[in-house]
């Protein structure tokens, strides 16, 4: 059993309380199953998830003097699938070794990546940011013009990591990686999540709710070599390019959003832009207990 702490958020404060489209992360005890073989050419792993999604009170429905009164949207149930692969390789090098996993998830995010539920990716570069949303869902008042109806519209999602290790010596080891992940939403929860942005949000400048998408994805590549200059004692190296492909809004515009990282929440307006950036680690880690 996997319990999930996580919030129901709104879209980081990207629009107004009376026509809030709200990410729907409340925590919900999962039930998990996997399988595993482990032989002498690997192993290999199949696992899949389901959980009750539900969702905080409404807010803002008009003639309604409290969030109980107003209600919540039925829960739905998510799902999730992934299954992985180890490869060992020593007609390469000793210890050598392939590994490769993918999962698909329906109302189920968390499990695509480490990322918590309902967080806001937000990346900039002068006057330029990118951004997207990790929720289980989305929903909004069932009086909202181009809304959900009140109901929630659970998010898909699909992830995959690939990565091999290389032994140059007993000591001395060398790895190169790569992941991919995309957040992608059904016509409803799009429609409700663009009127939303496009109608009463200050952040997003008004247009054409066609031109808007919030589906989003990211991807990276790196490179991680680590010398054991002892049994206790080793240093590193980790060089790592990460890519994100922005969701957008109908102008591909925002104001005074960004608010991250030391950058001022009223430095706007800025255009909406795919991000990248270089990171590289450096690390030396000394065991002292045996």
């Not at 429905?61 to 739905?76: L, M, R, W, Y």
């Not at 309902?118 to 909202?144: E, L, Q, R």
């Not at 032994?167 to 939403?185: D, I, N, Q």
């Not at 270089?278 to 207990?289: F, L, M, N, P």
């Amino acid at each position: 059993m996997t319990t999930l702490a996580t919030s129901c958020n709104d879209l980081s404060g990207l629009q107004n309380t009376s026509s809030s489209t709200t990410t729907c992360n409340i925590g919900q005890t999962d039930i998990v199953g996997a399988l595993r073989i482990d032989q002498a050419w690997g192993s290999a792993l199949v696992s899949a998830a389901v959980g009750d999604r539900g969702a905080g009170y409404f807010t803002g429905i008009a003639g309604v003097p409290n969030a109980e009164a107003q209600g919540h949207p039925s829960s739905k149930w998510g799902w999730t699938v992934s299954g992985g692969l180890r490869l060992n390789a020593p007609m390469i090098g000793a210890g050598d070794y392939f590994q490769i996993q993918g999962i698909y998830s329906v109302g189920m995010t968390g499990y695509l990546s480490q990322t918590p539920g309902g967080a806001a990716v937000n990346k900039w570069n002068g006057n330029t940011v990118g951004y997207g949303f990790w929720s289980d869902g989305v929903y909004t008042n069932p009086t909202t013009v181009g809304g959900t109806g009140g109901s929630i519209e659970l998010t898909t999602g699909w992830s995959v990591v690939g990565s091999y290790e290389h032994f140059w010596t007993p000591a001395l080891r060398t790895s190169v990686y790569g992941s991919y992940v995309k957040l992608e939403h059904n016509n409803v929860a799009k429609t409700a999540i663009c009127t939303t942005q496009t109608a009463t949000s200050s952040a997003f400048q008004g247009g054409n709710t066609g031109l808007c998408n919030p589906d989003w994805s990211s991807w990276n590549i790196g490179t991680r070599s680590q010398w054991n200059i002892t049994k206790d004692l080793y240093v590193g190296l980790d060089v790592i390019y990460l890519k994100l492909n922005s969701a957008t809004n109908a102008t591909g515009v925002l104001s005074g959003a960004v608010g991250a990282g030391g950058k001022p929440t009223n430095a706007g307006p800025y255009t909406v832009a795919d991000q990248d950036a270089w990171a590289a680690t450096w690390r030396i880690h000394r065991d002292i207990v045996p």
